[in-house]
Structures are given as structure tokens and as C-alpha cells.
């Protein structure tokens, strides 16, 4: 599972807090003690794997360190419904401000490694392996990815300085795979793999030609898949791609493919329902 850099992220996690509360929580000033401390528990409303609970013990930690957090389970963990998922305990004005920002990274994230976690059931008993993508909502991609680790999945690139895709775009823009594949090959730093996006065979044989490392299949029918896979014969690796979220991901699985890119998983999961109880 990867690690979250929390340096990187305390500063979304600071404009987080600022965002929901404003100039000041008004109603927990207004009727909760400055003396007043509480005891909760965080609870599972479904069943799910929970990724995030650093990010909202990190959250209570910016509002007032004095918030105790105590995980019951880890990040990557299966819950059921009605599961302890951590304790808290501290100042109730310091807990009642930050409730809101810790459980909506909680639920989104947790959110993301079930549906990974989903995804990764599916294709049991295969060689494939679930990757993520770039579709991730603007400023959050450091923990979406993260949470993706957490139900099994594998992180693709980053960013657009962490690998070479070439699109359709970028194909009809440089003139063709063949052309794009030599003209990065005189520019790439390193060795950076090269991966080229394919919708058809005929494009498969000219990416291979040109030196694809990764070869991405591109909303191809499974047996059109397959044949690709049966061509590429283990010169390049190679990626399906294209609404998979909406596909049969063991048939997919079972064409051969190295790799699923699923876009879905990071941006259209619906939150998992968790709650904070008062004790």
C-alpha cells in the first residue's frame, strides 16, 4: 500500500478546513461549552474497506492536537455495517468543527478502495491488475490514488511528467503512432516507457513497429482484444482501456491484458455511508 506524503497534502487539508468553516462554527460556539469534552466512535453504515483515517486524525491534529484519535481497524481493512471503525475523545468545539471536513475524506476515500477492492474480486484467479487514471477530482489526486492502493488496485502515472501516453490526439497532432513514437523516443529523458494508445489491429502492428513499450487497447470487443493480445505475443505490455467501470472486468481479465485502466474508480464513486456517534 502507498504511503501518503502529509506534507503534500496538509495544505488541501487546511484549505479544507477553511472552506467549511468560514469565519467560525457560530453554532457550536453558540451552545456547546468551551469546557465541554466528548467521547465518540466512528461507525460503518455499510459494509465497505476503509482507507483515510490518517487523513482525519491529521484533520482533528490542525484544528487542536489535543483530539485523541484511536484506529480500530487500518486503512485497507474490510468492515461490516455497524462496525467501530476509531474512538475519539477531546475538547467537544474542537470535534464538532472538524466532523464534517474528516468525514467527507473518510467517505470518499473509503468510498474509492471498496470500488477498487470490487474491481480487484472480480479479475480473482488472472494476471491482470487494476490501475487507476488521471480522472480524478482537481487537488485531491495524492489521496484518490492512495485510496486506490488501499482496495488493490495500482497507481498509472501520476502526472503527465511521470510517463509518456500517446493518445489519439497526440497521434494525429505529431502525424501518426510512428512519427510520435520516433520523435519521443529522440526526446524522452531516461527510460521512460512509452505507451501508445491503439483502437484498432492495424494500429497495434504500427505501435509495435514503432517500439511501444505499453500498448493500450482502447474500447476494444473482447475477442478483438484477444487477438491483439495473441499479436503483441509479449513484445509490449499491454493496457485496456475505455469505460471499463461499465464492462465484464473477468472477461476483459481473461483476453490476457496486463492491465485494466478504470477510470470510475476515482470519478464517480458514491461516498461510503460512515457516521460520527457522541457517546
Given at each position: 500500500?502507498k504511503?501518503?506524503?502529509?506534507?503534500?497534502?496538509?495544505?488541501?487539508?487546511?484549505?479544507?478546513?477553511?472552506?467549511?468553516?468560514?469565519?467560525?462554527?457560530?453554532?457550536?460556539?453558540?451552545?456547546?461549552?468551551?469546557?465541554?469534552?466528548?467521547?465518540?466512535?466512528f461507525?460503518a453504515?455499510?459494509?465497505?474497506?476503509?482507507?483515510?483515517?490518517?487523513?482525519?486524525?491529521?484533520v482533528?491534529?490542525?484544528?487542536?492536537?489535543?483530539?485523541?484519535?484511536?484506529?480500530?481497524v487500518?486503512?485497507?481493512?474490510?468492515?461490516?455495517?455497524?462496525d467501530?471503525?476509531a474512538?475519539?475523545?477531546?475538547?467537544?468545539?474542537?470535534?464538532?468543527?472538524?466532523?464534517?471536513?474528516?468525514?467527507?475524506?473518510?467517505?470518499h476515500m473509503?468510498?474509492?478502495?471498496?470500488?477498487?477492492?470490487?474491481?480487484?474480486?472480480?479479475?480473482?484467479?488472472t494476471?491482470?491488475?487494476?490501475?487507476d487514471?488521471?480522472?480524478?477530482t482537481?487537488?485531491?489526486?495524492?489521496?484518490?490514488?492512495y485510496?486506490v492502493t488501499c482496495?488493490?488496485?495500482?497507481?498509472?502515472?501520476?502526472n503527465?511528467?511521470?510517463?509518456?501516453?500517446?493518445?489519439?490526439?497526440?497521434?494525429?497532432?505529431?502525424?501518426?503512432?510512428?512519427?510520435?513514437?520516433?520523435?519521443?523516443?529522440?526526446?524522452?529523458?531516461?527510460k521512460i516507457k512509452?505507451?501508445?494508445?491503439?483502437?484498432?489491429?492495424e494500429?497495434?502492428?504500427?505501435?509495435?513497429?514503432?517500439?511501444?513499450?505499453i500498448?493500450?487497447?482502447?474500447?476494444?470487443?473482447?475477442?478483438?482484444?484477444?487477438?491483439a493480445?495473441?499479436?503483441?505475443?509479449?513484445?509490449?505490455?499491454?493496457?485496456?482501456?475505455?469505460?471499463?467501470?461499465?464492462?465484464?472486468?473477468?472477461?476483459?481479465?481473461?483476453?490476457?491484458?496486463?492491465?485494466?485502466?478504470?477510470?470510475?474508480?476515482?470519478?464517480?464513486?458514491?461516498?461510503m455511508?460512515?457516521?460520527?456517534?457522541?457517546?
Open positions: 500500500m504511503e501518503l506524503n502529509y506534507e503534500k497534502i496538509d495544505n488541501l487539508l487546511r484549505l479544507a478546513l477553511d472552506e467549511d468553516i468560514g469565519t467560525g462554527d457560530i453554532t457550536t460556539i453558540a451552545c456547546v461549552p468551551e469546557t465541554a469534552v466528548s467521547n465518540g466512535r461507525i453504515k455499510e459494509p465497505g474497506v476503509i482507507s483515510g483515517l490518517d487523513v482525519l486524525m491529521r482533528f491534529e490542525l484544528i487542536d492536537d489535543s483530539v485523541s484519535v484511536t484506529k480500530l487500518s486503512d485497507g481493512d474490510s468492515v461490516r455495517k455497524s467501530v471503525i474512538t475519539i475523545s477531546g475538547p467537544s468545539r474542537a470535534i464538532l468543527t472538524g466532523e464534517r471536513t474528516a468525514l467527507n475524506f473518510l467517505q473509503s468510498a474509492i478502495a471498496t470500488r477498487t477492492a470490487e474491481a480487484v474480486r472480480e479479475i480473482d484467479g494476471k491482470t491488475k487494476i490501475l487514471t488521471r480522472k480524478t482537481p487537488g485531491l489526486r495524492a489521496i484518490e490514488k485510496a482496495g488493490g488496485g495500482t497507481n498509472h502515472r501520476y503527465l511528467a511521470d510517463g509518456v501516453l500517446i493518445k489519439d490526439n497526440h497521434i494525429n497532432a505529431a502525424g501518426g503512432i510512428t512519427n510520435a513514437v520516433k520523435q519521443t523516443k529522440l526526446q524522452a529523458v531516461g512509452i505507451e501508445v494508445e491503439t483502437e484498432t489491429l494500429q497495434v502492428k504500427e505501435a509495435l513497429s514503432a517500439g511501444a513499450d500498448i493500450m487497447l482502447d474500447n476494444m470487443a473482447p475477442d478483438l482484444m484477444a487477438e493480445v495473441k499479436l503483441i505475443n509479449g513484445r509490449a505490455l499491454t493496457e485496456a482501456s475505455g469505460n471499463m467501470g461499465e464492462r465484464d472486468l473477468k472477461t476483459i481479465a481473461e483476453t490476457g491484458v496486463d492491465f485494466i485502466s478504470i477510470g470510475a474508480l476515482t470519478h464517480s464513486v458514491k461516498a455511508d460512515i457516521s460520527l456517534r457522541f457517546d
